[in-house]
């Protein structure tokens, strides 16, 4: 399953599309798939152990890979154009030695 599975799978069952209160806009999803196909990169090849999303103020989409090795050479140009899309990027190590990188994208929802 790739991260973008994961994202859309989320954002289509969440409460605010299921209930009616938001719709999904389809060109921001396209570039979240964009988004996506970068960090299944990452995730598959710096040993990824865990993915976690979630809507940040119902609105953005959070996701936080869990990674036992990281190279930023190795994916310099793309990864450094992910930070710069996100609305947020924090890094931190967890108690394994492991790190943890979370972004978070501008809302999908139609405003």
Excluded: W
């Amino acid at each position: 399953m790739t991260i973008y599975n994961i994202v859309s799978s989320y954002i289509e069952s969440s409460p605010a599309v299921c209930e009616g209160h938001k719709m999904i806009d389809e060109n921001s999803m396209s570039i979240l798939s964009d988004y996506c196909s970068v960090l299944d990169e990452i995730f598959d090849s710096c040993l990824g152990s865990s993915i976690t999303v979630d809507l940040v103020d119902d609105d953005m989409v959070s996701i936080q890979m869990v990674l036992a090795a990281f190279s930023a050479n190795r994916f310099n140009q793309q990864y450094f154009d992910l930070i710069e899309r996100a609305v947020s990027f924090t890094v931190s190590n967890t108690k394994n030695a492991e790190l943890d990188i979370k972004f978070v994208f501008p809302s999908v929802f139609k405003q």
